[in-house]
């Protein structure tokens, strides 16, 4: 007995062993769960994006991706154990280092070959990015929706678009802020022109007999 307690406290390294799984902290000092990606949000002073920020896949909004999603198939398996896979595509995204003529310097942009092809195919990353048509600004997301901005903001395409104007006998567009005052004034007048029309239409439900007619108030009495 003698022989196994002193064995016991010459030998810790058993004890150590034995005691090693009942630890209460974790010796795993990171995490691979991914953070929750927030949703990106523009400036102020920027007009805001039409088609909103993308709530789906978040990462669209951080470079220029074209529309290109994340796309969900099944794997099919002809050999031996035939059935289906449930696998995913990512997009092809690269970090390139594109030139803006507006600007004047290169960028190092997220792009998907997607869209690099068809920057390529426009002529440059501004003409790209200026196209007016709905399907363009749908697929540029927030980042390039405010590229877009700033490369407008230049004085280099601030001259173009007032020679533009100017060969089609254009007025001076307003700026931003009398836009939406313009905006907020128009649907003013346009509630209230319904709120007059509802008025005007309402029924003129007559007493019931022998029930009391209902006292009318100083704004009844004044608009009569």
């Given amino acids: 007995m003698a022989g196994l307690l002193t064995r016991a406290t010459l030998s810790p390294s058993s004890l150590i062993s034995a005691f090693r799984g009942l630890s209460l902290t974790s010796t795993r000092c990171f995490s691979t769960t991914l953070p929750s990606q927030k949703t990106k949000k523009l400036p102020d002073y920027i007009p805001p994006y039409p088609y909103g920020p993308n709530h789906l896949y978040k990462q669209a909004d951080s470079g220029l991706y074209g529309g290109v999603k994340i796309q969900f198939g099944n794997k ?25 003529d507006a ?14 092809r068809t920057i390529r195919k426009e002529g440059g990353l ?8 709905p399907s363009r600004i749908k697929e540029l997301g927030l980042f390039g929706w405010q590229l877009r901005w700033r490369i407008m903001q230049t004085p280099k395409i601030q001259e173009k678009f007032r020679k533009e104007r100017q060969a089609l006998g254009l007025p001076e567009p307003p700026s931003f802020e009398e836009w939406m005052k313009q905006k907020e004034k128009e649907l003013k007048e346009s509630v209230e022109k319904d709120i007059n029309i509802k008025e005007k239409t309402k029924p003129n439900i007559s007493p019931v007999p022998g029930e009391v007619p209902r006292p009318r ?7 009569q």
């Fill in 217 to 223: 108030t100083t704004e009844e009495t004044a608009k």
């Fill in 103 to 116: 600007l004047g310097e290169y960028l190092f942009i997220k792009v998907t070959r997607k869209a690099l």
């Fill in 126 to 133: 501004d003409n790209y990015l200026l196209d007016d048509r």
């Fill in 76 to 100: 099919i398996s002809k050999g031996r154990n035939k059935g289906k896979t449930r696998r995913t595509w990512k997009p092809n995204v690269r970090r390139k280092k594109l030139w803006s």
